[in-house]
């Protein structure tokens, strides 16, 4: 059984990583869609019926991703995500330099930020549960530490690499305060939302108890 299991955990992850690698390139299609076409002269001036419904589909997005993930993300975990994330909009923004199509610029635009603001509320979240004192016993403790290390710096490795990105497709955004400023509030307040509404649904949840197994007497 040991063996059996050892040999599906590869799948798992693999199966695991792609579904968030599809959520995370749906919301941001789908995002960067709904402020194209709500926009006005640009996505700081459009409609807050747009914006409005472009964040409920980010937070029911963050969601389902938080479901993926719960509920302990591994360093390797997050380490093929985040490499799937940074390939996907560097693919994006491939594509835009190759066609010039403003609408791909945009999109790769938008995924470069979704990726820089995540990033660094995960970053700071990790930083937050280091800190957190932990009623552990001294090796879980070093070993959860280490965990947490550990995702804090590929979270701060991804902060890097969205700058990077986002520096790649300023052609785009123009470094527009007014752009900034939407785009920081939308995405921000998805993640946000969307960890508050995902602690929510599991707080409601009964937590599993195990059962004492009968001793036979002999």
């Known amino acids: ?37 709500y926009a006005g002269t640009t996505v700081a001036d459009g409609s807050w019926v747009g914006q409005m419904l472009c964040l409920t589909l980010m937070v029911v997005a963050c969601i389902a991703r938080n479901t993926v993930t719960h509920p302990q993300t591994s ?5 093929a995500i985040a490499v799937g994330d940074i390939l996907l909009v560097v693919v994006t923004i491939a594509v835009w330099q190759r066609t010039a199509d403003y609408f791909i ?28 004192p932990a009623a552990l016993k001294a090796p879980a403790h070093i070993n959860r530490a280490h ?6 710096t590929v979270r701060l490795g991804t902060l890097a690499a969205a700058i990077g990105l986002l520096v790649a497709v300023s052609g785009i955004h123009e470094w527009k305060l ?9 995405t921000v307040s998805a993640v946000l939302l969307a960890s508050a509404i995902s602690s929510w649904i599991r707080a409601l949840q009964p937590r599993r ?5 009968p001793t036979s007497a002999d």
Do not use: N
Not at 5 to 17: D, F, G, I, K, N
Not at 147 to 152: D, N
């Open 1 to 37: 059984m040991k063996t059996l299991l050892t040999s599906q955990r590869p799948a798992v992850l693999a199966a695991r990583v792609a579904l968030v690698l599809l959520l995370d390139a749906g919301m941001v299609l789908g995002s960067a869609k709904i402020l194209w076409s």
């Open 105 to 132: 610029g945009w999109v790769a635009c938008f995924g470069a930020f979704l990726l820089l603001t995540a990033s660094l509320c995960q970053f700071l979240a990790a930083l937050i549960d280091q800190a957190r």
């Open 209 to 213: 108890t195990r059962t004492p197994q």
């Open 147 to 152: 965990r947490l290390a550990r995702i804090a």
């Open 178 to 186: 007014q752009i900034f400023d939407v785009l920081v509030l939308l």
């Open 75 to 79: 360093p390797r975990d997050a380490i």
